[in-house]
Nanobody, 126 residues
Framework: QVELVESGGGLVQAGGSLRLSCAAS????????IGWFRQAPGKEREFVAA????????VYADSVKGRFTISGDNAKNSVYLQMNTLKPEDTAVYYC???????????????????WGQGTQVTVSS
C-alpha cells in the first residue's frame, strides 16, 4: 500500500522559511511526477510545484517561482519543498501527491495524481 507522509509545517512570520518533507513508502515511483499542492480555507486545491521522482525538470506555480524550491532524494524516497520569503497568502494545508504512472508529463491538476498524503499545515503570520 502506497503511503505519503508530509512533515515540516508550522507557524512562521512573513519573510521566514520552512522546509516540507514528503516520505514515500509502499512502491517505487521511478520517473513518476511528485507534486506539492496546497489548499487554503474556502479555496480549491492548487498546484505549487512538481518534479519527476528521479529528478529533472521542475515546474512551479507563478505565485511561488523564485521563492520555493522542490527537490528529491531517491535514496531516502523523499521529496522536499524549501519555502523562502513566505507570505501570509502562502498559508494553507500543503499536500504531497504522486502520479501513478509516467508519461513524460507533469500534471498541474490534482486529478492527475493518484496518491496523496494527509497534509501539513503552514501558517504565515503578518
Amino acid at each position: 500500500q502506497v503511503e505519503l507522509v508530509e512533515s515540516g509545517g508550522g507557524l512562521v512570520q512573513a519573510g521566514g522559511s520552512l522546509r516540507l518533507s514528503c516520505a514515500a513508502s509502499g512502491r517505487t515511483f521511478s520517473r513518476n511526477p511528485i507534486g506539492w499542492f496546497r489548499q487554503a480555507p474556502g479555496k480549491e486545491r492548487e498546484f505549487v510545484a512538481a518534479i519527476p521522482w528521479s529528478g529533472g525538470s521542475t515546474v512551479y506555480a507563478d505565485s511561488v517561482k523564485g521563492r520555493f524550491t522542490i527537490s528529491g532524494d531517491n535514496a531516502k524516497n523523499s521529496v522536499y519543498l524549501q519555502m523562502n520569503t513566505l507570505k501570509p497568502e502562502d498559508t494553507a494545508v500543503y499536500y504531497c501527491a504522486a502520479r501513478s504512472f509516467s508519461d513524460g508529463r507533469i500534471p498541474l491538476s490534482p486529478a492527475g495524481y493518484a496518491y496523496w498524503g494527509q497534509g501539513t499545515q503552514v501558517t504565515v503570520s503578518s
